[in-house]
Structures are given as C-alpha cells and as structure tokens.
C-alpha cells in the first residue's frame, strides 16, 4: 500500500493546460442534454482562435453551447444539426423573450391547469392531517411505495402510502376523472403515442422494456402533462408559446418512470442513463412542480432568460445563411441555425469560415437521434425524424450503420469542413469516447482530409469519479480536444502504414515513460488521459497510419503485467473528504524486466 493519499496536485500532472469547470450558465441549464460542453472551456478555445466579427462554424451544433459562446464574444455563428429537437433547443436557449410576458402567460397556464393537475398528487399530512401536495411518489416495480411532501406545519416528510393514495392512483387509471377522460375512458387531450421504433418499424438500439412513448409514464403524470400541454398550445403569440414549450420539454424526461430514487435525493431526480432504460425504483413527480420550477426557480426560464439578456445583450438571428456573409461587418452578433444533414455545408462557400468548433457523434456511444425522440415526439417534431434518424452520424446494429459507415461519413464531412475553412485556420473538435479505435478515426479522418495535427488535450472532468477510478483499467471521464489546423499549402504526406505489432510497442513504450514521469504509482485513469496526446503527436511526426482498429490500451497493457508492469495498492482522494483505495499502475520492480521498444 501506497503510505499517504494521492491527488491530481500531489502528483503534480506532468502537462497541465486544462481550465477548472466553472459549471453551466443559467441559459444553458435550462434543458436537459446529453454531453453538453463547458461553456468556459468552449469560450477559452473560440477566443484563442478567432476574432470579433469572425464566422464560427459548429456542423454538430447540439444544444448551441458553441453557438452561444461564439456570440457572446461577439462572433457571427453558423450551427447545424440535423435533428430538429437540437435546433429547437439551441434556438430557444438564444432567443431573448420578456421574462414579464413569459410570467403573464405562465400565469394564465396556472390559473387554468394548476389546481386540476395538483389534485391528482393530494393527499394529508400523516402528523397534522392538513391538506398537501406530493412533491413526488416513489414505485417499486408496479407497487406505489411512499409519498414524499413539504406540510405548512411539519415540513418536509416521507411516509408510506395510505388508502386514499392508493384509491386516487386506482380512480386515475381506470380513467374515471371526467375533468381528463371522456365516457368512454379516452383522454380529452392529446399525447403523444407513438412507438420507440425506427421508420422501418425496428426496434430502438436503446429501447430496453418500454414499447412506446406513452408506457414511459404513469397514468397520472400522463394526462397530466397532457393538460399543461393543451393549456400551453392556446397561447396566441407564437414566440412565447414557443417559450413556454421549452420549459415544458425540459420536464418531460422527469416526469417518466425512467427517473430512479435516490437517497441523495429524496425529493428529486434526473434521467441518469442515455436509454430508455426500466428502472424497478422509479420517482413519480408532481407535474405542475415541475412545471413551476421550470419557469420560476433558480435554474428556470425567466432566469435563462435575464441571463441571456446579461451575457448577450444583442444579437440577430437570420434564417438565411447567405444574409450572414452580407452582413460580416455588423457590430452586432448574428447567427443561423440550419436544421439539416450536413449536405447544406455544400450551401457554404470555399473558405468563408474562420473557425470551426465542434462535438460531433462518438460512433456509438450516444444514441443522440433516438434519446431526442422523447422530446421531438411531445413537440411535435417527429416529420422530421425520418431524416434525422436516417442520415445521423453514427454507428448502430440496428440501422445497419457499422464502424466503416460512421468513419466514411465521419471523412466526407471534414472534407466539407476543410473546404469551408480559410487557410492557416483552427478547426477544434471535442470527443468523448473511452475506446481508442474511435478516436483514431477521428484523427485519421481529420489528417487524411489534409488538415495537420497542432496539439491533443485531455480536459477533465471538475473531479473524477469513483467508477472511473476503482477498477484498473478505469474509464474515461472527461473529453480529448483535438485542434487541427488547414495549412496555408497543401501537405503532401507519404504515410507509413504501421502493424498492430509496432503500434503495440509503440503504446507500451509511451505508457512505461508516462509513468517514470509521475515516478509513483497511478490509476489507469491518468495513463489512459496522458496517452493520447503523446500517441498522435508520434504518429503524426513520423508520418505513421494506422488502417485498422486498435485493440483497447486495456487489452495491450494487460499482456505485460508482471513483466513489465505491475500493480499496486493505492489511495486515492476524489473529494476533500473522500478517498477511495485502488489498484495503481508501476512499473516492475524486478532486476531485468523486458524493456519496451520504440
């Protein structure tokens, strides 16, 4: 055992230029989505290579972080995404709304839905028997367990369910509320029904025991969100009703059984997995709470928007692409959101961009077109979705998209963006994905495209986790940013296409000096952090190519245990009051290990 506990600071990072996390703005908490980006990562990296009134261009535009930032330090931004929910939040997060007129339609929401849908959660103080509301409702499996509520007089409680719970849960179901249902047990307002399926009729790749949109949700929060919904969509101004729609979309996921109980958070939740996954202890939360949180509290839309007003106070949206370039010159930020597949980079002329930042697809790893649907399908957007599932980079089974399908529309697209992109311009591109064979096709796609390779940087996470660390071979927790850069002249490289056996002593002799330089033992977490950029930095000076896919560092590694490393008990602080104990990679102690070979 390692005497004393190790840090990141104790071992003193051999190469350290990563920012600490300074958490989301206001503006993009808002609304839930999957992987999104630092917004003072991404700002470091706008400004360090661009200028006011540059044209930024992010192909993959997601949630519109890149977007966001790129207009707050005064640039002109181009996102596209081709699904439609990504635009729509991007849009909405940069549209600037009267936080006034959202309250007073919010307040027509209430007036008209509030007391209906809080209803369905009333139950009594199990100490004073005074009147409450649920915050939430806990299940195991189909069995209603506990009800957790804030009385006046007793405060916050959590107590098993009495009778009437059970009696309203039963009344709810079988559809006798004539406030919701007709005669014949329909809804009076519209939901959603669709399947969890591809426009072929297949099965979601992430689609675990739920069939359909509707079987996510308990028959209260159902017609519940129904209601909200309905009350919603008679707002006569579409700008707020749009707004008012993206709170009710940022709810939607945490008003589903997908949303477990946990002991650090007995009265809240999130959609914690990147699947439609079946969790057997499962929050049912009150729907206008939600709601109302949405809106109001702390991270809600009227605070999205003074926030927005605050880091962006003016800018201009044009639909046109071609209106963007006529007016570079304005003061004044404008962007575009283009909600296509990547073939509309063909609309964008021969070196008219000044810089690219992007996140694209991680091959296989997040299902982004599938995730979004739950959303897409509330807001009506799902005319779009044959497209956006059709034609979205990535790899998946069940569309018969392969590895080969992903990297050949992974190398047409940076072929646009090399097209695009002036000469001696910065193209930077996040990643996230622990396996080793796709972030070598994002680097070859982008050397073989013609751009050249300037520096690999791991940033990690504000701390890591204790599942990326206990085991020994870890996993990733934070993302590798590649910055390339268009040569003003064409390179002309004759690449050495190498073998799986000198790529392996390659790596081995990468990690054995990575560790000599932290001269203690170390999770594999820091091995597989430090690795990258040291590897493509060597291949790409030595004019190396690898054509296959590598195997795991795991899988390398792990063939020289007991030879060449060895490893050792550690402990290792996560938190200030945290630490956890390890298995820790060193290298071997014997006389005459076999040392590896560049």
Known sequence: MIMGTLTYQSLGRPTDTSLPLMGHRPMYLMHKFFARKQANVIRKYIKLHSSEQDVVLDPFCGSGVMIGESLR?????????????????????????????????????????????????????????????????????????????????????????????????????????????????????????????????????????????????????????????????????????????????????????????????????????????????????????????????????????????????????????????????????????????????????????????????????????????????????????????SQELIENSRQNKTIADYENHLFIIFKEIFRVLKPSKWLTVTFHNPQLKYRTILYRCAILSGFSLEEIHYQPPARPSAKSLLQPFGSLSGDYIFRFKKPKNAINKDFQLISEDQFEKIVVNLVYKIIKEYKTPIPFTLIQNSLDPKLYKKLYEHDMLLTFHPKKIESILSKHLGNLFVLSDIKWKITANKEVSMKGWFITENKHPKRPVS
């Open 73 to 389: 330090l005064k640039r002109h931004a181009i996102g596209i995404d081709i699904n439609p929910v990504s635009i729509f939040i991007s849009k909405n997060t940069l549209t600037f709304v009267s936080p006034d007129l959202i309250l007073d339609e919010f307040n027509r929401v209430r007036f008209e839905v509030a007391k209906e849908i809080e209803s369905l959660y009333r139950s009594t103080c199990r100490i004073c028997e005074l009147p409450i509301n649920a915050i939430c409702l806990t299940w195991n499996h189909s069995e209603l367990v506990d009800i957790r509520y804030n009385c006046p007089k007793d405060g916050k409680r959590i107590d098993l369910v009495n009778d009437y719970d059970l009696q309203l849960i039963d009344f709810i179901a079988n559809n006798k509320d004539s406030r919701f249902f007709k005669k014949n047990g329909e809804s009076k307002f519209w939901f959603p029904k669709l399947p969890l399926v591809y426009p072929d009729g297949t099965p979601f790749l992430k689609r675990e025991h739920y069939n359909n949109i509707p079987e996510l949700f308990t028959p209260r929060n159902l017609i519940s969100l129904a209601k909200l919904f309905s009350s919603i969509q008679k707002c006569s101004n579409p700008q707020l009703k749009e707004s008012l729609l993206f709170g009710f979309s940022s709810i939607v996921h945490l008003a589903s059984k997908m949303v477990p109980v946990r002991p650090s958070r007995p009265f809240s939740s999130a959609w914690v997995q990147q699947s439609y996954w079946s969790v057997p202890n499962f929050m049912e939360s009150n729907v206008w709470s939600l709601f109302d949180r949405a809106i109001t509290g702390k991270q809600g839309l009227l605070n999205a928007k003074i926030d927005l007003k605050q880091s962006i106070d003016k800018i201009q949206y044009k639909s046109d692409i071609n209106e963007l370039f006529q007016k570079q010159n304005s003061q004044i930020p404008i962007y575009t959101l283009i909600n296509s597949s990547l073939e509309k980079l063909k609309n964008i002329p021969d070196e008219s961009i000044d810089y690219v930042i992007t996140d694209p697809p991680y091959g296989h790893s997040i299902q982004y077109g599938e995730l979004l649907f739950l959303w897409g399908a509330w807001l009506n957007l799902v005319d779009e979705y044959t497209t956006a599932l």
